[in-house]
């Protein structure tokens, strides 16, 4: 099965769907992983925060790594200048591997100038550890503000992203600024399988809502990055690289926006001892 990629500003490619891997540790997400790879994934996505980077690694060291996309990202209290160097550092430790294909600032941190970040993110891509560089959960005034003053292009934004939170103006930036756009949540964490709409499309192609979902992303240009501990479901969301909506239902699923987030709110805590502002 070939998946298909987009093309960063290094010319490196980095395929359409990926797993994610938020909320599975242990044995699970070594499964996951494993089951991923098996099927034919090249592209993995982690983070410091997710706790599961060593269990990934263990996996990894078991293929070709030259064949895996491998993404980490680094927590908010990480973004200063040596602390971001240091982050990456303890990622690239625990995944066993000497570089990432791309490292992310998870979150954007206000109490942190975001030029010390970035250059320490530069500082990683002139030493090889970092081929790409990108952000998570910006938005389109946080984008431009790290494109404005970063000295690597900002490759990607990883942002919630699902047919019941489109967010026209984000994505409209990151098309006119070619920032490539993750879907992180595609499946709204399993809520958008409720949608009357999704269902009866699901019903008419004779396949799930996760892949109706998923598929309604990639057509919009978008890579994914659906989560899974069970195989099979890990098996069945690559499997949507195959499969094609028509005209008139991508225009329904267009219309099914609610502007409504699983997770990317306002209401964020920002003393968090791991998404948050370090006390």
């Given at each position: 099965?070939?998946?298909?990629?987009?093309?960063?500003?290094?010319?490196?490619?980095?395929?359409?769907?990926g797993l994610g891997t938020w909320d599975i540790a242990g044995e699970t997400v070594e499964?996951?992983?494993?089951?991923?790879?098996?099927?034919?994934?090249?592209?993995?996505?982690?983070?410091?925060?997710?706790m599961n980077e060593a269990e990934i690694g263990g996996v990894l060291a078991d293929y070709d790594r030259e064949d895996v996309f491998l993404t980490s990202k680094v927590l908010p209290s990480n973004l200063a200048y040596e602390s971001v160097?240091?982050?990456?550092?303890?990622?690239?430790?625990?995944?066993?591997?000497?570089?990432?294909?791309?490292y992310l600032i998870h979150w954007p941190n206000p109490?942190?100038?975001?030029?010390?970040?970035?250059?320490?993110?530069?500082?990683?891509?002139?030493?090889?550890?970092?081929r790409n560089v990108g952000v998570s959960n910006f938005s389109a005034y946080q984008l431009s503000a790290a494109q404005h003053v970063s000295k690597v292009p900002i490759a990607v934004n990883q942002i919630e992203f699902h047919p019941w939170f489109q967010r026209p103006d984000l994505v409209e930036y990151c098309r006119e600024t070619e920032t490539v756009i993750e879907a992180a949540a595609p499946l709204a964490r399993t809520n958008v399988f409720d949608d009357e709409v999704i269902g009866e499309i699901a019903q008419q192609y004779d396949t799930s809502p996760a892949q109706i979902a998923l598929r309604w992303a990639i057509e919009n240009d978008v890579v994914v990055l659906p989560k899974s501990s069970s195989a099979e479901h890990v098996r069945?969301?690559?499997?949507?690289?195959?499969?094609?909506?028509?005209?008139?239902?991508?225009?329904?699923?267009?219309?099914?926006?609610?502007?409504?987030?699983?997770?990317?709110?306002?209401?964020?805590d920002w003393s968090d001892d791991v998404y948050g502002i370090s006390q």
């Open positions: 099965m070939t998946v298909p990629t987009h093309t960063l500003p290094s010319g490196d490619q980095i395929p359409t769907v499964e996951s992983v494993r089951a991923a790879l098996d099927a034919g994934y090249r592209h993995v996505d982690t983070a410091e925060g997710y160097i240091e982050a990456c550092e303890a990622s690239l430790d625990r995944l066993g591997t000497d570089y990432l294909d791309l109490a942190i100038s975001l030029r010390e970040t970035l250059n320490g993110m530069a500082r990683l891509h002139e030493r090889g550890l970092v069945e969301n690559l499997s949507v690289v195959d499969r094609e909506l028509d005209e008139e239902d991508r225009r329904r699923l267009d219309g099914i926006d609610r502007d409504q987030p699983c997770y990317d709110t306002g209401a964020r």
